[in-house]
T-cell receptor
Framework: GESVGLHLPTLSVQEGDNSIINCAYS??????FIWYKQESGKGPQFIID?????DKRQGQRVTVLLNKTVKHLSLQIAATQPGDSAVYFC????????????FGKGTMLLVSP | DTEVTQTPKHLVMGMTNKKSLKCEQH?????MYWYKQKAKKPPELMFV???????INESVPSRFSPECPNSSLLNLHLHALQPEDSALYLC????????????FGQGTRLTVV
């Protein structure tokens, strides 16, 4: 079964707001946690990853936070734009030599102008 | 060229047909993947090819047969499919087998009638 899931199926925000997308995971053995974005009609697109021995990582307008105590992962998007509207998946990977991504259920982010 | 190209974009096939999905990348990536995605669900890993060799088969039924003719191409041969196999089939590639950053194609929307 799935070991990665999301709390909110849909998140609606106004343009310019900060967005926070949450994810719960259950596999403590995962070495990496990753966020992917999937726009309508497209394949998933890598956003950012974080190794399990880190608790925070920042990218361009995005920050990923990892709380291993409560097995929680979040993606923060600063100054959300209409182009950020998409389904966001968290995923996990075990460093076995192969990138076998296990995706969570997904959260739809809707950004209103 | 940072694209993964999949053909065809759409495919309708009968349960007795034989068809093939094709995937191509020219990024020099050494790992390629097939994922299956049902509507409103996350992608699920089917196969992993590493250095042109099948490394992982996630217990996929034999009516799906992958093939990696060379380092740039990945095929998925389909035979005697069932209506429940209707889904979006996504191809992805990564620089090396352990990378968490996978590049996905747009997918082939398959309908089995």
């Amino acid at each position: 079964g799935e070991s990665v899931g999301l709390h909110l199926p849909t998140l609606s925000v106004q343009e310019g707001d900060n967005s926070i997308i949450n994810c719960a995971y259950s596999n403590s053995a995962s070495d990496y946690f990753i966020w992917y974005k999937q726009e309508s009609g497209k394949g998933p697109q890598f956003i950012i990853d974080i190794r399990s021995n880190m608790d925070k990582r920042q990218g361009q307008r995005v920050t990923v936070l990892l709380n291993k105590t409560v097995k929680h992962l979040s993606l923060q998007i600063a100054a959300t734009q209409p182009g950020d509207s998409a389904v966001y998946f968290c995923a996990e990977s075990i460093d076995s030599g192969y990138s076998t991504l296990t995706f969570g259920k997904g959260t739809m982010l809707l950004v209103s102008p | 060229d940072t694209e993964v190209t999949q053909t065809p974009k759409h495919l309708v096939m009968g349960m007795t047909n034989k068809k093939s999905l094709k995937c191509e990348q020219h990024m020099g990536h050494r790992a390629m993947y097939w994922y299956k995605q049902k509507a409103k669900k996350p992608p699920e890993l089917m196969f992993v090819y590493s250095y042109e060799k099948l490394s992982i088969n996630e217990s996929v039924p034999s009516r799906f047969s992958p093939e990696c003719p060379n380092s740039s191409l990945l095929n998925l041969h389909l035979h005697a499919l069932q209506p429940e196999d209707s889904a979006l089939y996504l191809c992805a590639s990564s620089q090396d087998p352990g990378s968490t950053e996978a590049f996905f194609g747009q997918g082939t929307r398959l309908t089995v009638v």
